[in-house]
């Protein structure tokens, strides 16, 4: 592999696929647009980035239904799996 083969390497079709199936699943849970949940993942990165250095590409958001605490059926719930590289200094 040269050295220049990382700038340029591009994306496994299958794992562009599965990230586009993942967010219009995600979406269609949340009964929100693809735009919105866009806008929402942008949201968190820019203020999660204020404190500490992520992984962006690593970065994974998902909408999923959970029981209510009261236990008057489900609920949305936000995960977020968010590889944190290092915390900023003097934060």
């Known amino acids: 592999?040269?050295?220049f083969d990382a700038f340029f390497k591009k994306k496994n079709s299958?794992?562009?696929a599965k990230d586009r199936l993942k967010f219009v699943l995600v979406s269609d849970r949340a009964n929100c647009s693809p735009?919105?949940?866009e806008?929402?993942?942008?949201d968190i990165i820019e203020v999660i980035s204020k404190y500490m250095e992520i992984d962006v590409q690593g970065l994974d958001i998902q909408i999923t239904?959970?029981?209510?605490?009261g236990g008057n059926g489900?609920?949305?719930a936000i995960y977020a799996n968010i590889p944190i590289?290092?915390?900023k200094a003097g934060r």
Do not use: A, D, H, R
């Open 74 to 76: 489900s609920v949305p």
């Open 14 to 16: 299958s794992k562009t």
């Open 1 to 3: 592999m040269g050295f």
């Open 65 to 69: 239904q959970t029981e209510s605490e």
């Open 85 to 87: 590289k290092e915390l």
């Open 35 to 37: 735009e919105t949940m």
């Open 39 to 42: 806008l929402i993942k942008n």
